[in-house]
């Protein structure tokens, strides 16, 4: 069984172009019997296995072999199989690299996937041609799927220039979707605006939570917030209990286990977090003693981490346990990694060396190795873990 499994993948790999209903016909030998076994006589449960094995791209073109096929493909529960298997399998890491739209505003490459496996690809991404290539920034990688703010203006900070538009963008299908209006309108530079992106994993649904934050006295903030539901496609506002300042210098959010995280700023450095499913903020109140300079916030190993940098030598990780605890991860020198853009799912950090080239490095090994050919313009980058998926926007 097992050869004729793998011989069935490697052809589907191979194949290039459209298919047809005949060439579902085409033989497959298995070369344990020297048997010829067509597609059709395979139990369905067995080819659905081989499908789940496959790219995204390769399974596109394969939805116009047959009728069968097409239904099996684009079953929400297949399209959940095969996104549970390519998120949490190495092979299928990609880096998205995003230039901050104030530094390459107006360039085609600012946004880029790269294959952190060899041979280490580097593939601009195509944006839609409803999406422009000015004035628009990354909120955040989920599952396959981007979430893209558009900007009106590059003349102020970005998270003091109000949102034109929001889409949520699937890569690997090509397909995207423009967000209907927020509820809360935000035109003067009074407000200062937050946004997040997550997978709520109780209800399968992918939302966006945007917070809007205007200082009305010393000390005093006046905060509104609101939740996008993709099932829903609607908007719908949150009640805010207790007052809090969000965001770090770069207004950036994490993403970790149903949850998003932001830095508070509200009576000296805080977490806060918004838990998707509840749609309910909590405070965690403290960061690490001692911390001074927190340049952002990540996942690491299923758990929300923070990057201090408080001294130019090393770079400590801080995590964050269930007991609300943090807990000092590792310690990297500086000299190896000068600055942290990134982490992977094979427990690499994506660094920049001074010649602003991509290098990645295993703290467990103490193994560094560099991603060839990879010079970035710039060191003002987001970079983000991506795989690709058969996530529908629909």
């Known amino acids: 069984m097992y050869p004729l499994v793998t011989n069935v993948i490697n052809k589907l790999y191979s194949a290039t172009g459209s298919f047809s209903q005949s060439q579902n016909e085409n033989p497959i030998v298995c070369e344990s019997s020297r048997k010829q076994t067509c597609m059709n006589d395979l139990p369905e449960e067995l080819v659905i296995e081989i499908l789940l094995c496959l790219p995204v791209q390769s399974l ?45 505003s107006s360039d085609p490459d600012r946004l880029c996937v790269i294959n952190i496996n060899p041979p280490h690809r580097a593939i601009s991404l195509n944006l839609p041609t409803s999406i422009s290539h000015d004035n628009f920034d990354v909120v955040g990688s989920c599952n396959g799927l981007l979430c893209l703010d558009y900007k009106r203006s590059t003349e102020r900070p970005y998270w003091r220039s109000p949102t034109k538009k929001l889409y949520l963008w699937n890569p690997a299908t090509g397909k995207a979707k423009e967000l209907p209006r927020c509820n809360i309108s935000i035109m003067t530079e009074n407000y200062d605006v937050s946004l997040g992106f997550g997978f709520d994993f109780a209800s399968s649904d992918y939302k966006v939570v945007r917070t809007a934050i205007r200082k009305k006295k010393k000390d005093s903030l006046e905060n509104r917030v609101e939740v996008y539901s993709l099932k829903k496609n609607s908007w719908k506002n949150i009640e805010v209990d207790s007052e809090f300042d969000v965001g770090d210098c770069w207004r950036s959010s994490a993403f970790v286990m149903g949850s998003l995280y932001w830095i508070s700023k509200k009576q000296g450095y805080s977490l806060l977090s918004f838990n998707l499913e509840s749609e309910n903020f909590c405070i965690i109140p403290s960061l690490p003693a001692g911390i001074s300079c927190i340049s952002d916030i990540f996942e690491f190993k299923e758990s929300v981490a923070v990057r201090d940098f408080s001294t130019r030598k090393i770079i400590n990780i801080w995590t964050l346990n269930d007991d609300s605890c943090w807990i000092k991860k590792l310690t990297i020198n500086s000299a190896i990694i000068e600055n942290k853009v990134g982490y992977l799912m094979t427990g690499e950090f994506v660094g920049l060396n001074c010649d602003n080239e991509l290098v990645l490095y295993d703290p467990v090994n103490e193994v560094r190795r560099a991603i060839p050919q990879h010079r970035l313009h710039s060191s003002h980058v987001t970079t983000y873990s991506y795989s690709e998926s058969l996530v529908n926007l629909n």
Not at 84 to 95: A, E, G, S, W
């Open 60 to 104: 596109l073109r394969f939805k116009v072999v047959c009728r069968e096929w097409r239904s099996h493909i684009s079953n929400p529960k297949f399209v959940k199989r095969h996104n549970v298997r390519t998120t949490t399998n190495p092979k299928h890491d990609y880096l998205i690299i995003s230039y901050n739209y104030h530094y390459r």
